[in-house]
């Protein structure tokens, strides 16, 4: 592993382990009212802010169904828009979690330590990875950034593993933009 991998990875589980604290000693700092509060500080730019903060989700740790509620209410008049930006950004940031495990070499660490595993995988993958892919996002009580740690180590083709991701959260949005906008509007 090279230094700027170490040093990634060294960096993301700081992060993660910060923030998890973080989160469990003040969730008051991830509540949708608190959000939304801080995202129309951007003026203008609320919805700038909001697609960025839904793209650059992993990083932050915030759930997507969080920032669906966020979306529904700042913009409670704008179905399709927020449902537009939830989708694109649960999408945008599986994309960068498959790359990102693969760039921090941890693909490779599995390889080595659990070959017969990994083969195994690979091969439930190939034959079947779609449509896992589609179950589990389609499942709201399993985190669907599992999944895109899973198909980027195991190189599943990103085309086939981002359709299956849309695939399967297009429900799970629509269902949270349609609850919130129905909770929240008005």
């Not at 469990?24 to 909001?50: C, K, M, N, T, W």
């Not at 991701?165 to 629509?174: F, H, K, N, R, S």
Request: hydrophobic share 55%.
């Amino acid at each position: 592993m090279t230094t700027g991998r170490r040093i990634a990875l060294g960096f993301w589980l700081t992060v993660t382990v910060g923030l998890s604290a973080l989160y469990v000693a003040r969730p008051d700092l991830i509540e949708p009212a608190r959000l939304v509060g801080v995202l129309r500080q951007s003026g203008p730019f609320v919805l700038l802010g909001y697609v960025v903060v839904s793209v650059v989700r992993p990083v932050t740790l915030i759930p997507s169904t969080v920032l669906i509620v966020v979306g529904t209410l700042l913009f409670p008049d704008r179905y399709w828009t927020v449902f537009a930006v939830s989708l694109g950004g649960v999408v945008a940031s599986a994309a960068l979690i498959y790359y990102f495990f693969d760039f921090l070499g941890l693909a490779e660490l599995f390889e080595r330590r659990h070959a017969a595993r990994v083969r195994w995988l690979e091969e439930q993958l190939r034959l079947r990875g779609f449509w896992i892919v589609v179950g589990w996002s389609v499942f709201p009580a399993v985190p669907t950034d599992a999944i895109c740690y899973v198909a980027g180590s195991l190189r599943m083709p990103i085309g086939k593993f981002l359709l299956g991701v849309t695939l399967g959260e297009i429900p799970v949005v629509a269902f949270y933009v349609t609850g919130g906008t129905w909770l929240f509007g008005s």
